[in-house]
């Protein structure tokens, strides 16, 4: 049994006419150590259930205290919704089920289990819309539809600390004739208001079940009642065309409600819901929407996934944010300031800046990564009267180079054997282990150790830059410092989507190579055919090998050579 | 020549060629037979140097011709070295760049002087000599550095093999000439000669009398029989001074390893355990997995019972099979746990060498593999034989 808790401290001493707080969320349970995150603070964001490029033993080395997996990646079509026939082969009784942390090994986090992912970087994807009863999942497998029923199933399940209640998010988009790609639409009305509907709904079956009282009665009524009208008709269809009375009823679906109904006695009471507030851009749906939500007693926190703004948004990059920090204002101002909020959406070092100064407790780690991505390092430090790095400088590159971030893409760096940052303690910088002329390197040959290197960089600066608010929020010079902060770091220029030059090269060049390689690759596992069958192993796959890389010795990486030559050129042009 | 390394051998089996060895290098003690992973730029495939120092590892290879283009020579010699600019505190071992050169480059031309090549930067011709490749290596710093040879494909016949054979010696005398640092970097002769027997022995006689601190096989696993491989690595080490490590170049897989350590080699490499990793194939002692295949989706054991890497200690096969070849983490955990696996490999074949079980480890090794004696290889088994091993009928006669 684990219990939930979120406690802020009192800071009156610290005498702010703003709403930031500090506090701490935290996990009790009997069979672990006490799990927390200090408020303001992070849930680390993950792609497919891993923090990116961060392997166990270097994600260790962060300290963030909670981790937030996207249901939607981890929920692949061709996989089982659910672990229950599986056990964990790394617990102490062998019988023990596995939860999602454990398939995760994320254990020693708090885990939040949320559907979609919380910085999708294309907001284009493929989304049909949800109806009444499914939402729309974009798993790396294709599309899945999600119905309560299954979410319960996957909840009782995957058992993660906290999950979010079923929500109904707009994230649908539209196609128009003669633009192929689909493009963002701004939502109706009438689609918000239903949207809040929804969400509250299914919130409140949510909750029922979570009690082991049944949520899904009216529901199953529902579906039952549906079915038997398609099966009249179908039989009526059937008896007219007279075929070979091949009639049977799918046996999967009364399985599967066999399977619902089993659970309907089991509470799961130790597990949190979290709630998404709603409303998009509409000023009165959104007070309702988290009006009607704070009523639910048994929400324990709330998410304000601001992702589904995007329609909505003026076109100049630097209005944008404060739209959408006004809009989380809206929902906070009707929100129960003892329960925890997180944001989704509002990630720059500024902007979290001004959504902590209006309460807001829980932001992801999308900000960094997407640094990363881009082969920049951050340089921004909380409560600091100047910039260490140099003032915004053109560079060869179009970009400008500003003082919150260097991109080691820039060549540069090729020469400075020096750490990203001095007195950074993270693994790259610590002792001038790995200095930007390597990393520079490193991107230059598209090495994987890059963004290894610099995520652990940004990783750990960002979490600085929160244990750095949280003290000064402690001690009263939160207002002064986060000033202090736009003064010097000013706000985070727009991404154009335009990668570095040096980085497209090499990348286009990569491309071509890795097709290579992969040929030659498959060969091999053709030959090996997976877990090599009893009797033929390496020396067939050898075979393929040595096919599919004549005259090579394969100590040698040939293709990285010939990678390298085309890059060059590329680099010259 | 001078020599910057010591040799002690602390075990030899009595029943084949192999022995277990310390090997201490400028950058600390190899534990030998060693297999060296391949970190052709720097940097090994997404792995830090703590988790590599980690798996155990002592001894890492970088590709001179790939640093020599980048960071190139003018960086490292500010830098300090490959193993500054790399972070890596344990033993390097660099190639000569030789072998990239005539393989990558079409226009490669090998003569006299040295490998005559198109410059990759602007199409200009260059040239890779010995004294160049020398100086290079001095730069990188590595604790052993490679000869420049003339490299002939092992599948090569007539006077071309023997051609390449006299220039490899010609060669070495350049490279021992222009060596500048040999009290700080072991320069290493490769022994060349193709498949034939004459030719090697010869190579050999030439190349010890130059008196380096340690050996090469050259020209092999270039697509040649398997039969003939064994044949020129077991003719070498009974021809070459037993008081010197002697390193068979390319060599990695596993049962080849097995067979080459009872042959009496010491040093490995191969790019393969890392580069395989990267498209979801995993080693194990009962042969490889490929993660990407979807009848892993609901298999919750790890990739190997008993390995003791962060990808077995961590995960389930049927969670890396959602991530391998698609999360840069997969990659990372594969790299790590086939590193691992080859690492884990030599260290118990050299256990089984000092406690004298070594032809005991054999047996098993392969009935791991292969389980069904009718399908181990042929090769495997001659070369076994030719060292006291009988594959077939031995585990009977021990038993
Ligand atoms: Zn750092
Ligand atoms: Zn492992």
Redesign the interface.
Same mark, same amino acid.
């Given at each position: 049994m684990s219990s939930f808790s979120f406690k802020l401290q009192d800071n009156s001493a610290a005498k702010s006419h703003l709403h930031a707080r500090t506090g701490t969320l935290a996990i009790a349970s009997a069979h672990q150590e006490k799990r927390q995150i200090d408020t303001p603070g992070c849930f680390m964001y993950s792609?497919?259930?891993?923090?990116?490029?961060?392997?166990?033993?270097?994600l260790r080395q962060q300290t963030f205290g909670g981790v937030n997996v996207a249901m939607e990646q981890?929920l692949?079509t061709?996989?089982?919704q659910s672990f229950s026939?599986?056990?964990?082969?790394?617990a102490p009784e062998s019988q023990k089920l596995?939860s999602v942390a454990d398939?995760?090994?994320l254990q020693d986090l708090i885990l939040l289990c949320d559907f979609h992912d919380s910085a999708p970087l294309e907001p284009f994807s493929k989304r049909a819309s949800n109806t009444d009863y499914h939402v729309v999942l974009s798993t790396?497998k294709g599309i899945r539809q999600l119905t309560l029923e299954d979410y319960l199933k996957i909840v009782r399940h995957y058992r993660p600390d906290i999950v979010a209640a079923l929500t109904d998010s707009i994230l649908e988009t539209t196609q128009t004739a003669g633009n192929p790609t689909p493009h963002k639409k701004v939502p109706s009305q009438k689609r918000v208001r239903k949207s809040v509907d929804r969400s509250l709904k299914w919130l409140d079956q949510v909750l029922e079940e979570r009690q082991g009282r049944d949520g899904m009665a009216e529901d199953r009524k529902k579906e039952q009642e549906k079915r038997t009208k398609r099966e009249k008709k179908q039989k009526a269809r059937d008896a007219k065309n007279a075929v070979d009375g091949d009639t049977e009823m799918t046996p999967a679906a009364n399985e599967d409600q066999e399977e619902g109904n089993a659970f309907v006695s089991q509470p799961w009471t130790d597990i949190t819901v979290f709630a998404h507030v709603q409303g998009a851009h509409m000023k009165e749906e959104r007070i309702r929407s988290a009006q009607e939500t704070a009523r639910r007693d048994q929400v324990q926190g709330f998410i304000i996934d601001t992702n589904d703004l995007w329609a909505t948004l003026s076109k100049e990059h630097e209005k944008r944010s404060g739209e959408i920090l006004a809009h989380v204002q809206t929902s906070l101002t009707h929100l129960p300031s003892e329960k925890p909020k997180m944001v989704y959406g509002v990630r720059t070092p500024e902007d979290v800046l001004k959504a902590v100064a209006m309460g807001v407790d829980l932001f992801d780690t999308s900000y960094p990564y997407q640094l990363t991505e881009d082969g920049k390092a951050s340089l921004y430090e909380y409560g600091v009267e100047a910039a260490a790095a140099a003032p915004s400088i053109p560079t060869t590159n179009k970009s400008v180079v500003t003082n919150r971030w260097i991109n080691l893409w820039d060549e540069e760096h090729?020469?400075q054997?020096k750490p990203i940052m001095e007195g950074c303690e993270c693994?790259a910088c610590k002792g001038n282990?790995?200095?930007r002329?390597?990393i520079n390197?490193?991107l230059?040959?598209h090495?994987?150790?890059a963004?290894?290197?610099l995520m652990g960089h940004n990783m750990h600066q960002y979490s600085l830059f929160f244990s750095k608010v949280r003290e000064s929020i402690q001690d009263g010079t939160f207002e002064a410092k986060a000033t202090l902060f736009s003064e010097v770091f000013g706000i985070e220029p727009e991404s154009t989507g335009e990668k570095h030059e040096a980085q497209i090269a090499v990348e286009a060049a990569l491309q071509k190579r890795n097709q290579r390689?992969?040929t030659a690759?498959e060969g091999?596992?053709e030959a090996?055919?997976?877990?090599?069958p009893?009797?033929?192993?390496?020396?067939k796959?050898?075979d393929a090998?040595?096919q599919a890389s004549?005259?090579?010795?394969?100590?040698?990486?040939?293709e990285?050579?010939?990678d390298?030559?085309a890059k060059?050129?590329a680099l010259?042009k | 020549m001078k020599s910057a390394l010591k040799w002690d051998i602390l075990a030899k089996c009595s029943t084949t060629k192999a022995r277990a060895a310390v090997l201490t290098l400028p950058h600390g003690p190899v534990n030998a037979p060693v297999f060296m992973p391949?970190g052709?730029?720097?940097?090994?495939?997404?792995?830090?140097?703590?988790?590599i120092e980690?798996l155990g590892c002592q001894i890492m290879?970088n590709?001179t011709?790939?640093l020599g283009?980048?960071?190139g020579q003018e960086?490292l010699d $500010?830098?300090g070295g490959a193993h500054t600019?790399?972070?890596w505190n344990r033993n390097l071992l660099t190639?000569s760049g030789g072998?990239?050169m005539v393989?990558?480059?079409k226009l490669a031309e090998i003569t006299e002087q040295g490998v005559q090549f198109e410059s990759?930067?602007?199409g200009s011709l260059m040239l890779l000599t010995p004294e160049h490749s020398m100086s290079l290596q001095n730069s990188i710093g590595a604790d052993i550095m490679m000869q420049l040879d003339d490299v002939v494909?092992s599948?090569t016949t007539g006077p071309r093999v023997e051609e390449a054979m006299w220039r490899s010696i010609r060669w070495l005398d350049r490279c021992i000439k222009a060596h500048k640092k040999p009290e700080t970097q072991n320069l290493f002769a490769i022994i060349q000669g193709g498949l034939d027997p004459v030719l090697r022995k010869k190579c050999i006689e030439e190349m010890v009398k130059r008196d380096t601190p340690g050996y090469a096989i050259g020209g092999l696993?270039?697509?040649e029989e398997k039969d003939k491989f064994w044949r020129v690595v077991s003719q070498c080490t009974d021809l070459m001074p037993r008081e010197k490590p002697i390193y068979c170049?390319?060599?990695?897989?596993?049962?080849d390893l097995v067979v080459c350590v009872a042959l009496g080699v010491d040093m490995f490499?191969?790019?393969?355990p890392t +580069?395989?990793a990267?498209?979801g194939?995993a080693l194990t002692s009962?042969?490889?997995?490929?993660l +990407?295949? $979807? *009848?892993? *989706?609901?298999d919750? +054991?790890?990739i190997e019972e008993g390995c003791d890497c962060?990808a077995c200690?961590?995960?389930?096969r049927?969670?890396l099979y959602?991530?391998v070849t698609?999360?840069?983490?997969?990659?990372?955990?594969i790299s790590?746990h086939n590193t691992a696996y080859q690492l884990r490999l030599m260290r118990q074949i050299r256990e089984s060498i000092i406690e004298d079980r070594f032809p005991q480890y054999i047996h098993k090794f392969f009935k791991d593999?292969?389980?069904?004696k009718? $399908?181990y290889?042929e090769w495997v088994v001659n070369a076994l034989k030719s060292v006291n091993v009988d594959l077939i009928e031995g585990d009977k006669q021990q038993a």
């Open positions: 792609i497919k259930g891993s923090v990116p490029h961060l392997t166990p033993d270097n981890i692949q061709d996989q089982p026939k599986w056990t964990n082969p790394f596995m398939y995760l090994h790396p090729a020469d054997f693994y282990r790995h200095t002329a390597y390197h490193l230059k040959t090495e994987m150790l963004t290894v290197l390689l992969e690759e091999v596992v090996i055919g997976g877990a090599v009893a009797g033929q192993p390496v020396s796959m050898e090998e040595q004549k005259k090579k010795r394969p100590s040698q990486e040939v990285e050579g010939v390298i030559a060059e050129k010259k | 391949v052709t730029q720097g940097t090994l495939k997404g792995i830090t140097p703590d988790q980690g290879l590709n011709y790939h283009l980048r960071p960086l $500010a830098c600019f790399q972070g190639d072998f990239q393989s990558l480059l990759p930067h602007d494909s599948l696993s270039g697509g170049m390319g060599v990695g897989y596993a049962e490499d191969c790019v393969f +580069r395989t990267r498209f194939n009962t042969g490889t997995l490929s +990407r295949q $979807a *009848k892993f *989706k609901d919750f +054991r790890p962060i200690k961590s995960y389930t049927a969670y959602t991530i698609k999360e840069t983490v997969g990659c990372h955990l790590i593999l292969f389980v069904e009718s $399908a290889p």
